[in-house]
């Protein structure tokens, strides 16, 4: 275990992906992760799977439970001025769809398919040094406290934002884009079967809501709060409350049932791109490169969509001797990770209440609304980005082979 091709930081999303495409193109790869497996199985995080996302899964052939146990969805809602204004995905796109899966069913599928292979991931081993040179090489601290180290060819940095990858990267070989938004969502996971077949997005006066949901069974419902909310102060009942008022049930709104709250917390609202996402022979992937905030779905989406460029890249390399591709990994992946960040901020502007937005912006605002749900073609702009825009293309940089 001294030795790999790929030494993969992150059992997350990007980094069990990775492992998956590396071995598809029989690339060796070990997986470190700090956390024990049930800790990372459950995980709940993101649940909106974009249509490639999924046919990437089926693809890899890690689709089956997914198939039998996600919700497919044809569409979402906008809710202002108390109606419901549907978008429809298949209508728009030519027939693309959603699903909804919980990150953490992601996780454990691609999980149980890679150790089924006998291929490693090591748990409870934290990466807490990183050497991105010539002969590139990660140390890892084990749950006993011992350490290792792991050579490789290639270090992909799958650790999400707080991780040791993006970290071992020298300050000014980086630039860093950060935008932090004056507001969070509170969340709640509940036992209470959805409100709706479809997620509701609501802007409202008191500020936004989400509707969406893991199951027929458990819902996944969130409302804007302050950044620095103390969640002492929202007993379940006025979180229930809120989420009525929000939707208009008291008027004609669907209604929304309480159930046991399995869940609460409160996740910070940021945009944050480092560029480039190479260092050497490190490459940073999903959120150790990257974070949009959750208002356009894309968190796990993007990191996915990093990986297929990377393992394609390394595929190239492995066979062919070709470095064209890992040389563009940083420039592909941001044309994608720009466009996504354009996306969720549009999202979120035209969705949250603004505590500096005067009468003129709030009407600017449900203009946006009135328009994005009335013209065909910004409905259609908008399915497009939130099925998800196709991969980048990086045919054009292959070399010719004689
Ligand atoms: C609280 C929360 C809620 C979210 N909700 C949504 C949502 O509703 N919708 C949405 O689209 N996105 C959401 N996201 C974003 C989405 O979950 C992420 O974009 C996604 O997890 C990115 O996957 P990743 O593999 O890049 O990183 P991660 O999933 O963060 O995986 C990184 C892995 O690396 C491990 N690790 C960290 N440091 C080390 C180390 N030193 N050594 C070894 N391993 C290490 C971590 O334990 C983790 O398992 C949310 C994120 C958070 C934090």
New binding site residues.
């Given amino acids: 275990m001294s030795r790999t091709q790929v030494a993969i930081?992150?059992?997350?999303?990007?980094?069990?992906m990775l492992a998956h495409l590396l071995q598809r193109a029989g690339i060796e790869s070990v997986i470190?992760?700090?956390?024990a497996r049930d800790?990372?199985e459950s995980?709940?995080?993101?649940?909106?799977l974009e249509y490639d996302t999924a046919e990437l899964l089926n693809d890899l052939g890690v689709g089956e439970r997914m198939r039998r146990e996600s919700l497919v969805h044809r569409g979402i809602a906008l809710r202002f001025n108390d109606r419901s204004n549907r978008i429809d995905f298949p209508d728009l796109t030519g027939g693309k769809t959603v699903t909804v899966y919980g990150?953490q069913e992601v996780?454990k599928d691609l999980i149980a398919a890679r150790l089924a292979t006998g291929a490693p991931i090591l748990f409870e081993?934290?990466?807490?040094a990183i050497d991105a040179g010539d002969e590139p090489s990660i140390t890892?601290r084990d749950a006993a406290g011992g350490e290792h180290t792991l050579d490789a060819d290639f270090i992909a940095g799958?650790?999400?934002?707080?991780?040791?990858?993006r970290e071992a990267i020298p300050p000014d070989a980086i630039t860093v884009y950060d935008h932090t938004l004056p507001f969070a969502w509170l969340?709640i996971l509940a036992e209470t079967p959805p409100v709706s077949e479809e997620l509701i997005y609501v802007n409202h006066e008191r500020g936004f809501a989400l509707v969406s949901m893991r199951s027929r069974t458990i819902s996944?419902l969130?409302i804007q709060c302050r950044n620095d909310e103390r969640l002492e102060l929202w007993p379940d009942e006025r979180i229930w409350g809120e989420l009525r008022e929000r939707l208009g049930s008291d008027r004609g709104g669907p209604d929304v049932h309480s159930g046991k709250i399995l869940q609460k917390?409160v996740?910070p609202m940021r945009s944050f791109v480092c560029d480039p996402m190479r260092y050497g022979r490190l490459f940073l992937?999903?959120?150790?490169a990257h974070?949009?905030p959750?208002t356009?779905?894309?968190?796990?989406?993007?990191?996915i969509a990093d990986v297929r460029v990377l393992a394609e890249a390394l595929e190239a390399y492995y066979e062919h001797g070709e470095t064209a591709l890992l040389d563009a990994y940083s420039q592909t992946c941001l044309r994608r990770v720009w466009k996504t960040q354009r996306f969720s901020i549009y999202m979120t502007r035209m969705l949250h209440r603004f505590e500096e937005h005067t009468p003129f912006d709030r009407r600017i605002q449900l203009a946006e609304l009135d328009y994005v749900t009335s013209s065909r073609t910004a409905a259609a702009s908008l399915a497009e980005n939130y099925v998800g825009l196709p991969f980048e293309s990086t045919a054009g940089l292959r070399k010719v082979r004689t």
Avoid: W
Avoid at 32 to 35: D, F, I
Avoid at 43 to 48: K, Q, S, Y
Avoid at 296 to 303: E, H, I, P, R
């Fill in positions: 930081i992150g059992a997350g999303p990007a980094g069990l470190v992760e700090s956390r800790y990372v995980r709940v995080r993101a649940g909106v990150q996780v081993c934290a990466a807490t890892y799958c650790d999400g934002f707080h991780g040791a990858a969340g996944r969130y917390g996740t992937a999903g959120d150790s974070i949009v959750p356009g779905a894309k968190g796990m989406n993007l990191a």
